[in-house]
């Protein structure tokens, strides 16, 4: 019997090997996952408590915004239209700062199904503002090379 005979009949097609490295594979990819979900978790939570502290020092010049407003009395409506908006903003900072990625994301997919006309729309109006915004820089790019070429 030659080597590779034995190596056939030691070792069929069929056997617990190969279904053990199929399923080593397997198990390897879900924990490559795991990791990566963690990772990027991870991730999304830092941002979210920097979107939350921004958004609450936001909504406190929004306050002393509206109560400059109102001590000048020109128009002490305007002064409590400011301060509603402030409570607005302060509410979404505490969101941010409380929920995780976990969460956030639990929350956006319970929006999607409810409102999906409204997720389109802001899907539609964030594309229009990226494009317009690649627009933008691109020329910005061009002009800066044509001039670098003219020196």
């Not at 830092?46 to 921004?54: E, F, I, K, M, V």
């Not at 406190?60 to 509603?84: I, K, N, W």
Request: aromatic content about 6%.
């Amino acid at each position: 019997m030659t080597a590779s005979t034995s190596a056939m009949q030691s070792d069929p097609p069929g056997n617990g090997k190969h279904h053990r490295s199929r399923k080593e594979r397997r198990r390897r990819l879900a924990d490559g996952r795991d990791v990566a979900k963690t990772i990027v978790g991870r991730q999304v939570d830092a941002l979210l408590d920097a979107a939350g502290a921004r958004l609450t020092r936001t909504a406190h010049s929004l306050r002393t915004m509206g109560q400059t407003m109102r001590d000048a009395a020109d128009d002490p409506m305007a002064g409590d239209a400011v301060e509603f908006v402030a409570s607005y903003v302060q509410r979404a900072a505490d969101y941010f700062e409380k929920a995780d990625s976990d969460r956030v994301v639990r929350d956006l997919e319970w929006y999607g199904r409810r409102y999906p006309v409204v997720v389109a729309g802001a899907a539609f109006a964030t594309g229009l503002l990226v494009s317009r915004f690649v627009k933008v820089s691109s020329a910005e790019r061009l002009h800066d090379a044509h001039d670098d070429g003219n020196e």
